[in-house]
C-alpha cells in the first residue's frame, strides 16, 4: 500500500448499554496504543449527530484514511456510519465496525472479561482496517413491474396503489376470483359499513385498470433472479369455463347434477360443480371443480356445455405455465382460521373438537359462518328459526401455551360487532359475549365496545369451558370470573373465535422468495419497527395479515407503507449493486473451473478468453474463493488479507483462554446472534464472532491461522436460508477436520451448525456447550501453534 | 413455586377455564383460579387455610383445558403438602384426615379397604354417622358391594417401606 493507513477509532457508550458493562476508557488504552491508530475517542452516543460529525471533522483534520466505529451491530447502524464518512469525502468502504454491543457487552456481565473482549473485537477490526480498499458500487437497471401475490384486500389495495402510480402489476391470485376473506363479510366494524359495498368496486376497479393484469386460479412455483429483476413462474390451473365468453347467466350451474358445500359460505350451504364463487365475483365468470365434475371423473354428463348459451366451456383447457418478469414482489397471502376439528392434529394434544362441540352439533359456528348466516338472513343451521340466545366464545385456539401463542385482534371487535349486528336482526335476541380480555385497541374501537354495553350485551370475563350439545340447544359452561361464580346456561347459536393461521403454503413460498418466516410462521418483517413491511431480501415485500393477524385498516395502511416502499425502490428505474464480490486473478488461474461448479447463483462462467464472474449475478457468498485450489479468486471487502488479519487481531492481546472464534454467515447466523444480545441472554466470554459472507468462505487456511493465534476452537454457522447449505457445511466442514489432523489439531475443535434467525438459542447452546468442551481439552501447546505458523508462512511464500 | 408445576404459576392468564371446568367448584372458597393468583400474590395463609386445596379431587379436566397448559392438579396437591407440614388450620377438618386415614390404610393394605376408610372418618368426625350409615353398609354388604376383610397385595410390607422412605426423604427437605 502506497498510503501508510492511518485510523481512527471511535468507541460508543451507547448511553451506558456499552459502557456500563465495558471499560471504555480502559479499551481506548489499549487501542490506542494499536499499530496504525491516529486518534482513538469515546463518545456517548457515536450514532448521534454530534458523534457522526466528530468522525467527519476527524477525517478531515487528522488526515485520517480509516475508520472504525466501536458500537452497536453493523445490521444497525454500518449505514449511518457510511453516510458520515462519504461526507468527509472518504470511501464508504474504509469504514468499518466492531459489534461490542449486542455480541459483547449485552451479553457478558463480568466488566472485566466484556473489557478485554471488546478490546479484542475492536484490534481485529483495526488490522482488518489496515487491508480495507475504497470500493465503488455500480448500477444496473431494473424492471419496473410488480407482482402481488394474494388478491385479497391487501392485495388488491396494493396493486391499486402501484397501479395509479404507473407500475405495471400482476395480481396473482389461487382461488377463482379476487377478493380474500373480506368478500365474505358482512359487515365491518367500528362502523358498521357494508363489506361488499365498499370491496366490490374496487375489485371492479381493479379489473378494469389498464396497468393491473389479474392472474387468477395460479399460483408461483419457482422464483429465479435477483433484486429489480425477479423472475416468477406461475402455474395457472384451467378454470374449463372461456372467462371471455361466460356472461354468468347461471344456466350451467342450474342444470349440474353435482352438488358440493360452498366454500365462499363456508360449507353452509350446497353449490354446483360448476359455480360462480359468488355474485360479484371477478373475473365474473364460472369455474369447474375437477375433482367433482362427472365429465372428469367418469366420462359422462357435460350437460353444462349443452345449455351454455355462449359456448363458454372448455373442457380440455389445460394447464399454463406463465413467466412473468418483474422488478419487486408483494406477498399479501392472508390468513386462514383454525379449524377446531384439526387442532388436535396441527397442535398436539390440544383437543378443541371435544370442548366447544364444533362439529358435532350444527349450531356451533365459527366466526366466520355467522358472517354467512347473516347475510343468508340470520337463522340457525339447524332449523330456519332466527337464534334468541347467542354466546360468542372468544381466544378459541388463541393465547395458548402449545399452538397459537399470538392473540387474532379481530376476534373481540368482531364478537361485539356480530352482537349488534343480532340484536339489529333480532331485537329481542340476547348476545352474551364470554371473553378473557376484551382488546379494544383501534381507533373508534372503545367507543364500539361502550355501545355495545349501551345495548344490553352480556359480557361475562371468563373463558369458555365447555359447549355440550343438549338435543336442540347447547349448553355452556363457564366460570364468571368477577362474580366468581360458575355459569351455566342454555344457548340456540355459539359463535366461536378461532385462532387465525398463516396461509396454506407461506411456508413454501416463503423459501422460493427467500425470505423468513417468524416463530408464529407468518412472514417476518426486516425490522418489527423500522422495517415493517420490508423482507430480508431487497425486492421482497409484506402487507396484511401474511405478516400476522390485523384488522382491515391496519390491513390498509400497511398497503400503503408496502407501495410506497415499493415505488422507492424501483422508481428511480435503476440499483446500486454491491461491490462486495468475487474476481478473477486471472495470472493465477488455471481455468479448472472447480468454482463453476460451486456456484450456487451460477454466476461464474468458463469462457475461451478464461473464467468469468457475473458481477450483478454474484451475490458475494465466497464458497468459490475457498474452494480455489490456486487461490485466484479473491472476494472484495472479504479479502484473504483481511480476513486473516482480523483473525490474527481477534485473537491476541490478554483475556479469558480458551479463546473460540466463531465465523458467523453475515446475515442470517450474524443476526441470530445479534438477537441473543436483544434478549440479554449470557454466553460463554470465550466465545469472538467473526463475520463472514458465508462459512463457505472460510478455508483451512483461516482456520489454520486462528490455531496458530492462540484459538482453542473454532465454530462456523451458517444462515439455513443462505445457499451454502446445510449439507455443504458438513461436508467442507468435515473436510476442513481431516485435514486440520495433519496439523495435530483435533477434529472435536471444530463445530458447525445451521440457524435460522430467530432460533438464538441454539446459536447460543452451541457456544456454550463447545465452551464446555473447549475447556475441559488441554490448550493447544504453543511449539504446535509454531509449527503451524512456521508452515502458514511456508505455503505462502510458495 | 418450588413444586410440582409450580414454575408455571406465572404464566395464568386467569382466564377462568379451570373454574368453569371444575366440578367441585361449588363447594370450594376460591376458584382454582383464584388460588393460583393468590400463589402468585404470595397470600400464603389464604391458600393454605382454603378449602380449594382439599377439595380438588384431581379429575384434571381443568389441566386439560388450560390454555397456558398449567398442571392444576399437582399444584393444589403440592399446597396440601406444604398445608400439611405447617400449622395453618384447615378449614375443612374432614380433609386432612381423609388424606391420613387413606394413605395409612394403602400403606398397611397395599389396596384400599373402603368399609374401614369410612369408619375411621366417622370415628375421627362425627360418631353419631356410624349408626346413621349402619344399615345402608349392611345393605352394601348383602349385595356384595364391600367386603368385611380387606384384600391385599402380595407383599404389602413393601409397600410400607416405600411410605416410610418418602416420609424419611420429606423429613430431610
Not at chain 1, 454491543?101 to 479484542?120: F, G, I, N, P
Not at chain 1, 415505488?567 to 472447480?594: D, M, Q, W, Y
Request: with cysteine.
Amino acid at each position: 500500500m502506497t498510503i501508510p493507513p492511518s485510523i481512527g477509532v471511535y468507541i460508543c457508550h451507547c448511553g451506558g448499554n456499552i459502557s456500563d458493562t465495558v471499560d471504555v476508557a480502559k479499551v481506548k488504552e489499549a487501542i490506542t496504543k494499536s499499530h496504525g491508530v491516529k486518534i482513538c475517542e469515546t463518545y456517548d452516543y457515536m450514532c448521534s449527530k454530534p458523534g457522526q460529525d466528530m468522525i467527519e471533522r476527524d477525517i478531515n483534520e487528522h488526515k485520517l484514511n480509516r475508520v472504525v466505529v466501536a458500537s452497536c451491530s453493523p445490521r444497525m447502524h454500518l449505514d449511518t456510519f457510511r453516510r458520515a464518512v462519504k461526507r468527509a469525502r472518504l470511501n464508504p468502504y474504509l469504514l468499518d465496525m466492531a459489534n461490542i454491543r449486542e455480541q459483547c457487552s449485552w451479553v457478558h456481565d463480568d466488566k472485566e472479561l466484556a473489557t478485554t473482549k471488546a478490546t479484542a473485537i475492536i484490534r481485529g477490526m483495526v488490522e482488518r482496517a489496515r487491508h480495507l480498499e475504497p470500493l465503488e458500487a455500480k448500477k444496473i437497471a431494473v424492471n419496473r413491474d410488480v407482482a402481488v401475490v394474494g388478491g385479497g384486500i391487501a392485495g388488491i389495495l396494493a396493486s391499486i396503489e402501484l397501479a395509479d402510480k404507473g407500475y405495471k402489476v400482476y395480481l396473482i391470485e389461487r382461488s377463482p376470483s379476487i377478493g380474500g376473506r373480506m368478500a365474505q363479510l358482512s359487515k365491518t366494524f367500528p362502523t358498521l359499513d357494508c363489506s361488499a359495498c365498499i370491496l366490490t368496486p374496487k375489485m371492479v376497479y381493479v379489473s378494469q385498470h389498464p396497468n393491473i393484469e389479474i392472474i387468477d386460479m395460479a399460483e408461483p412455483i419457482a422464483v429465479n433472479g435477483s433484486p429489480g429483476n425477479y423472475s416468477i413462474t406461475v402455474t395457472i390451473r384451467p378454470r374449463y369455463v372461456d372467462k371471455e365468453r361466460c356472461i354468468s347467466c347461471g344456466e350451467c350451474a342450474r342444470v349440474c347434477p353435482v352438488k358440493k358445500p360452498s366454500e365462499h359460505e363456508e360449507g353452509l350451504t350446497q353449490e354446483k360443480s360448476i359455480f360462480l364463487p359468488f355474485k360479484q365475483a371477478v373475473p365474473n365468470a364460472y369455474v369447474i371443480d375437477r375433482d367433482l365434475c362427472l365429465w372428469f371423473n367418469k366420462g359422462v354428463c357435460r350437460v353444462c356445455e349443452r345449455f351454455c348459451k355462449g359456448k363458454a366451456i372448455v373442457f380440455d383447457q389445460k394447464e399454463e405455465i406463465r413467466e412473468l418478469k418483474v422488478g419487486a414482489v408483494v406477498v399479501c397471502t392472508g390468513y386462514q382460521q383454525l379449524d377446531p376439528r384439526l387442532s388436535k392434529e396441527i397442535f398436539g394434544g390440544l383437543d378443541l373438537f371435544g370442548q366447544y362441540g364444533f362439529g358435532l352439533h350444527p349450531d356451533v359456528v365459527t366466526n366466520l359462518q355467522f358472517e354467512r348466516l347473516m347475510l343468508q338472513g340470520i337463522h340457525r343451521p339447524s332449523s330456519n328459526n332466527p337464534p334468541k340466545k347467542v354466546a360468542f366464545a372468544l381466544c378459541v385456539g388463541s393465547r395458548m401455551d402449545q399452538g397459537v401463542q399470538y392473540c387474532c385482534k379481530i376476534g373481540c371487535m368482531n364478537a361485539i360487532k356480530q352482537a349488534l349486528l343480532l340484536l339489529k336482526a333480532v331485537p329481542d335476541a340476547e348476545p352474551w359475549i364470554f371473553y378473557t380480555d376484551i382488546r379494544a385497541h383501534g381507533k373508534g374501537y372503545e367507543e364500539f365496545y361502550s355501545n355495545a354495553r349501551a345495548h344490553n350485551v352480556k359480557f361475562i370475563r371468563g373463558r369458555v369451558a365447555e359447549v355440550v350439545p343438549n338435543g336442540d340447544s347447547l349448553i355452556l359452561r363457564a366460570e364468571d370470573t368477577i362474580l366468581s361464580r360458575q355459569v351455566e346456561e342454555e344457548f340456540d347459536l355459539v359463535v366461536l373465535s378461532p385462532a387465525l393461521l398463516p396461509n396454506e403454503g407461506s411456508a413454501e413460498l416463503s423459501k422460493m422468495l427467500g425470505i423468513d418466516l417468524g416463530l408464529d410462521s407468518f412472514f417476518l418483517e426486516k425490522h418489527h419497527k423500522l422495517r415493517p413491511v420490508d423482507t430480508k431480501r431487497e425486492g421482497v415485500y409484506l402487507a396484511g395479515c401474511a405478516l400476522g393477524p390485523k384488522d382491515i385498516r391496519e390491513t390498509t395502511i400497511e398497503t400503503m407503507a408496502t407501495a410506497s416502499k415499493v415505488t422507492t425502490f424501483l422508481g428511480k428505474g435503476e440499483l446500486s449493486v454491491s461491490p462486495e464480490i468475487a474476481h478473477i486473478l486471472p495470472e493465477r488461474c488455471n481455468a479448472c473451473e472447480e468454482c463453476v461448479k460451486y456456484c450456487p447463483t451460477k454466476a461464474i462462467e468458463s469462457t475461451p478468453s478464461g473464467v468469468v464472474i457475473n458481477s450483478i449475478s454474484c451475490t458475494g457468498c465466497g464458497i468459490c474463493v475457498a474452494r480455489c485450489p490456486t487461490e485466484a479468486i479473491d472476494l472484495k471487502h472479504s479479502t484473504d488479507a483481511q480476513l486473516i488479519a482480523q483473525i490474527q487481531g481477534t485473537c491476541t492481546g490478554e483475556g479469558d483462554r480458551p479463546l473460540i472464534i466463531a465465523f458467523l454467515e453475515r446475515t442470517t447466523a450474524y443476526g441470530s446472534a445479534d438477537l441473543a444480545g436483544q434478549t440479554r441472554v449470557s454466553y460463554a466470554g470465550s466465545v469472538r464472532i467473526i463475520a463472514v459472507p458465508s462459512t463457505g468462505r472460510v478455508s483451512l487456511r483461516h482456520l489454520l491461522h486462528a490455531f496458530a493465534s492462540d484459538a482453542d476452537g473454532v465454530i462456523l454457522i451458517e444462515g439455513d436460508d443462505s445457499p451454502f447449505q446445510e449439507d455443504q457445511v458438513r461436508e467442507h466442514v468435515n473436510n476442513m477436520k481431516k485435514e486440520l489432523g495433519r496439523f495435530g489439531v483435533e477434529s472435536l475443535r471444530v463445530a458447525s451448525t445451521t440457524t435460522t434467525l430467530p432460533q438464538y438459542d441454539k446459536v447460543v447452546n452451541l457456544f456454550q456447550t463447545f465452551h464446555e468442551r473447549i475447556s475441559k481439552m488441554k490448550r493447544i501447546p504453543p511449539e504446535k501453534r509454531q509449527k503451524i505458523a512456521e508452515a502458514l508462512a511456508g505455503s505462502g511464500s510458495a | 413455586m418450588k413444586m410440582p408445576g409450580g414454575d408455571k404459576i406465572l404464566d395464568c392468564i386467569q382466564c377462568g377455564v379451570c373454574a368453569g371446568s371444575c366440578h367441585a367448584r361449588f363447594a370450594m372458597d376460591y376458584s382454582p383460579m383464584q388460588i393460583l393468583k393468590m400463589v402468585h400474590l404470595g397470600l400464603r395463609r389464604e391458600v393454605l387455610s382454603s378449602s380449594t386445596i382439599w377439595i380438588c379431587a384431581s379429575c384434571y379436566t381443568c389441566a386439560s383445558r388450560c390454555p397456558r397448559s398449567l398442571d392444576i392438579p399437582a399444584i393444589m396437591s403440592g399446597l396440601k403438602n406444604v398445608a400439611m407440614r405447617t400449622n395453618v388450620p384447615a378449614p375443612v377438618a374432614l380433609k386432612p384426615i381423609f388424606h391420613r386415614q387413606f394413605t395409612e390404610i394403602i400403606g398397611r393394605y397395599g389396596r384400599m379397604h373402603e368399609p374401614e376408610l369410612k369408619m375411621r372418618l366417622m370415628k375421627k368426625t362425627n360418631p353419631f354417622e356410624i349408626l346413621q350409615n349402619a344399615s345402608f353398609g349392611v345393605r352394601m354388604f348383602r349385595k356384595g358391594k364391600v367386603r368385611l376383610r380387606p384384600s391385599r397385595i402380595g407383599s404389602s410390607t413393601h409397600f410400607s417401606e416405600i411410605f416410610r422412605n418418602a416420609s424419611n426423604e420429606e423429613r430431610r427437605r
